[in-house]
């Protein structure tokens, strides 16, 4: 596993480029948890959470949320805005192959390709013990990448992302070499660049990390390797009338597992 330290340490600077309006995606998983289960969603788990964008959407509809992540300057961020939105999280400085709750929760989650950090079949099988160890009984596990279309074997694709809050600017280049997965491990060498301009100055984040590529089929299999989990939906969108297809409407990978036991 390789990470995106020089980033990912940045929190404000990550957040300004990033931060986005998830109510749509949390009404999703509100609802998809209710189909599913017949239950009312009452505790969620953000994993990979960086600014916990999830984790405080769901505490402002007082369902119960935690917060995990490596990187502690993303935890402090995501406290202190959590703070200023006066709810209440718990967020906790773990690695996401291994880690342990107070309490399970209904439903984890893992948003915008936090998971394809993980480079081997080994951490993801290890990382699915961890996840269904801390769900409840027939819990859920939502997982939310790029659509294998717009990110693949063929073309990584270049994505740039950007913000601008009090005269700080912030432009973020994912990726910067044209990278390749290769076509046995389905690891790729990543350079990425975060641009800021403050007060009239400026610099240049340059970062490099592994992503796996993850397809649908692995990752149904892998999930059900773990012996924990059985895929029991696959979404295109966070609308739960977008099935995973081709189509433009289906604009991401959304695989929704359930804990078997
Ligand atoms: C792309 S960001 C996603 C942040 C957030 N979920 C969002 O929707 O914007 C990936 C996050 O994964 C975290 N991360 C990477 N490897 C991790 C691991 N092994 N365990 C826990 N968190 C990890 C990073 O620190 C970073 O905050």
């Not at 491990?185 to 990543?190: E, F, G, M, R, T």
Request: with cysteine.
């Amino acid at each position: 596993m390789a990470e995106y330290n020089q980033v990912y340490q940045k929190a404000v600077y990550y957040d300004i480029a990033f931060n986005r309006d998830v109510s749509r995606e949390v009404d999703f998983m509100v609802a998809l948890y209710h189909r599913q289960t017949g239950a009312d969603l009452h505790s969620t788990l953000d994993i990979a959470c960086g600014p916990g964008y999830h984790a405080r959407e769901f505490a402002k509809r007082g369902i119960r949320a935690v917060g995990l992540d490596l990187r502690p300057e993303m935890l402090v961020f995501a406290q202190e805005q959590a703070a200023l939105e006066n709810v209440t999280i718990q967020w906790i400085a773990q690695d996401m192959r291994r880690f342990e709750l107070e309490e399970p929760v209904d439903m984890a989650i893992s948003m915008f390709d936090g998971i394809d950090a993980l480079l081997t079949n080994i951490d993801l099988i290890q990382h699915f013990q961890a996840v269904a160890a801390n769900l409840t009984e027939n819990g859920l596990f939502l997982i939310d990448v790029t659509h294998p279309r717009d990110c693949s074997f063929q073309d990584y694709g270049t994505f740039v992302y950007n913000g601008c809050r009090n005269e700080t600017v912030v432009d973020v280049v994912w990726a910067t070499n044209m990278p390749t997965f290769d076509l046995v491990s389905a690891v790729a060498q990543v350079n990425i660049e975060m641009r800021v301009s403050e007060n009239g100055r400026q610099q240049v984040i340059s970062d490099t990390a592994y992503e796996r590529l993850l397809l649908p089929q692995e990752l149904a299999l892998l999930a059900e390797r773990s012996g924990m989990f059985q895929a029991v939906g696959w979404y295109g969108d966070f609308d739960l009338n977008q099935p995973l297809d081709n189509s433009p409407a289906s604009r991401r990978l959304i695989a929704i597992m359930q804990k078997v036991r």
